[in-house]
C-alpha cells in the first residue's frame, strides 16, 4: 500500500496546464516555505516538488477525514437498540448498519481489528456475528453523529445527500445481483455503499468539487474529475478503501463501477447507480442501460421491470443470511411459481418437460421443508432465496 499511496500524492496533485474550467480548484498552497527548504538541507525545491509533497501530507488528512465521518444519528440510534435485542436482533443490527455509509465503514473497521490488513472476505452480517452485540454497542457509543432536522448545515446536506444515493445504488444493486445471479452479495452491499466514497476524498482536498449534476451523466462526471484533477473519485475510494483493509472483492469493485468493460459487482454497481440516477430524473443514457444491463445478462424486458421498481420499489428484502440449499433450475421453477405461472409456462420459458418442472419442485418442497407452493414461495422470499 505504501507505493500506492506514493503514487496517488503524485497523481492526485498533478499540476494542471490545461486552461481553467469554470470553477477552478482551489490550491491551498502553491509554493514551499522557507522552512520546508530549510528541512530539506537548503536545496531549492521546485514548485512541482512542492506541491507533491504537500499533496501526500493533504492525501493523507484528507483519508483521515474520511476515515472519521460522522454517522446518521437515527442509523446509530438504531444500531444501539438492535444490540439491546441481543443475537437475536443480528438482522435488524445489520440493517441499521448498512443504512448508513460511514456506520458501515465503522463496523467493517473494528471487525478487522482496524490495523489495515485485508479481512478474510464477507460483509456486515460477517461483521456484526464477529463483533456480537457488545462490541458493536462500543463502536456506535464511540462515533460522532449528524441530525439533517435538528442542525441543518451545508455539510450535513451533503453528506445525507451521499448517504441516501449509497442507499439507493445498494438497493439497486441487490436487485440486480438477484436478476444476474451474483454470489457474495453482503460483499456487493458495502461496495455499492461506499462506490462514491473517493468524492468525499476529493470534496476535502479541493472543496466541492463538483459538475453540474443535473446535466452531466455519471460517466461524463467523472470524465471531468480525470481530466482537471487527474485522477478520478473510483481509484481514489479504492485505495481508501485497502488501507482500511476491506476485502479487496469490494475494493475492486468500487475502482471499475465507471468502467464499461466492468463485469460482476463492478457491473452490478455500474448499472445500480445509472438506475437510480434515472429514477431521480436525472441524466442516465437510455444505450448505457441497455449495456450495462446486458453485461449482467439482464435482457431489456427484465431493464425495464428495475427502471419501474426505482423509486417506487416496495421495501427492499432482506438478503439471505443461510446458503441457499436450491439449484438453480430448482431457483428458476420456484420463481415462476412466485409469480403465478402453472407449471406448462415455466416449462415453455425454460424449455424443460412438465414432468421435469414436478420434479424440480418437489425437490424445492422437500429441500426447505415445505408442503405446497405457497408455503414454498413464502419461506424462499423470507430468506432472499427469490
Known amino acids: 500500500m505504501k507505493g500506492v499511496g506514493t503514487v496517488m500524492s503524485q497523481v492526485a496533485t498533478k499540476p494542471r496546464t490545461r486552461k481553467p474550467a469554470r470553477r477552478a480548484v482551489k490550491s491551498r498552497r502553491a509554493t514551499p516555505s522557507k522552512a520546508d527548504r530549510k528541512r530539506a538541507g537548503g536545496k531549492s525545491q521546485t514548485p512541482a516538488e512542492g506541491r507533491i509533497g504537500q499533496g501526500g501530507r493533504r492525501l493523507a488528512d484528507a483519508f483521515e477525514a474520511v476515515s472519521r465521518m460522522p454517522v446518521l444519528a437515527e442509523s446509530r440510534r438504531r444500531l444501539l437498540v438492535a444490540c439491546e435485542g441481543g443475537a437475536s436482533a443480528a438482522g ?4 441499521a448498519i448498512e443504512s448508513d455509509a460511514a456506520l458501515t465503514i465503522a463496523v467493517m473497521r473494528a471487525a478487522g481489528n482496524g490495523d489495515g490488513s485485508e479481512g478474510s472476505g464477507g460483509g456486515v452480517r460477517q461483521a456484526v456475528e464477529t463483533l456480537n452485540p457488545a462490541g458493536l454497542r462500543a463502536v456506535g457509543s464511540s462515533l460522532e453523529s449528524y441530525d439533517p432536522l435538528e442542525a441543518p448545515n451545508p455539510w450535513a446536506e451533503r453528506q445525507e445527500r451521499f448517504r441516501r444515493h449509497g442507499v439507493a445504488t445498494r438497493h439497486a444493486a441487490d436487485r440486480i445481483a438477484e436478476l444476474a445471479r451474483l454470489s457474495s452479495r453482503d460483499e456487493l452491499a458495502v461496495a455499492a455503499l461506499l462506490h462514491d466514497i473517493g468524492r468525499r476524498v476529493l ?10 449534476d443535473r446535466d452531466a451523466t455519471p460517466e461524463e462526471r467523472i470524465r471531468r474529475e480525470r481530466r482537471e484533477l487527474g485522477i478520478d473519485h473510483a481509484l481514489v475510494g479504492a485505495v481508501l478503501v485497502r488501507r482500511w483493509g476491506m476485502p479487496s472483492s469490494i475494493a475492486l469493485a468500487i475502482e471499475r463501477h465507471h468502467s464499461r468493460q466492468a463485469q460482476g459487482h463492478a457491473a452490478a454497481i455500474r448499472l445500480a447507480d445509472l438506475i437510480v440516477h434515472y429514477a431521480s430524473g436525472e441524466p442516465a443514457p437510455p444505450e448505457a442501460l ?12 427484465r431493464l425495464a421491470q428495475l427502471t419501474y421498481e426505482f423509486p417506487h420499489s416496495n421495501a427492499p428484502r432482506r438478503r439471505a443470511s443461510d446458503p441457499c440449499p436450491l439449484s438453480v433450475r430448482e431457483i428458476d421453477a420456484l420463481r415462476g411459481l412466485a409469480e403465478g405461472k402453472v407449471y406448462k409456462q415455466i416449462a415453455h420459458e425454460l424449455d424443460l418437460s412438465v414432468s421435469t418442472i ?8 422437500r429441500k426447505i421443508g415445505a408442503v405446497d407452493r405457497a408455503q414454498a ?7 432472499g432465496w427469490i
Open 290 to 301: 441497455v449495456t450495462g444491463g446486458a453485461a449482467l445478462g439482464i435482457d431489456c424486458d
Open 92 to 95: 435488524d443490527a445489520a440493517d
Open 358 to 365: 414436478r420434479t424440480h419442485l418437489h425437490n424445492v418442497y
Open 377 to 383: 414461495v413464502l419461506i424462499a422470499r423470507d430468506r
Open 203 to 212: 470534496a476535502e482536498l479541493y472543496g466541492e468539487f463538483e459538475v453540474d
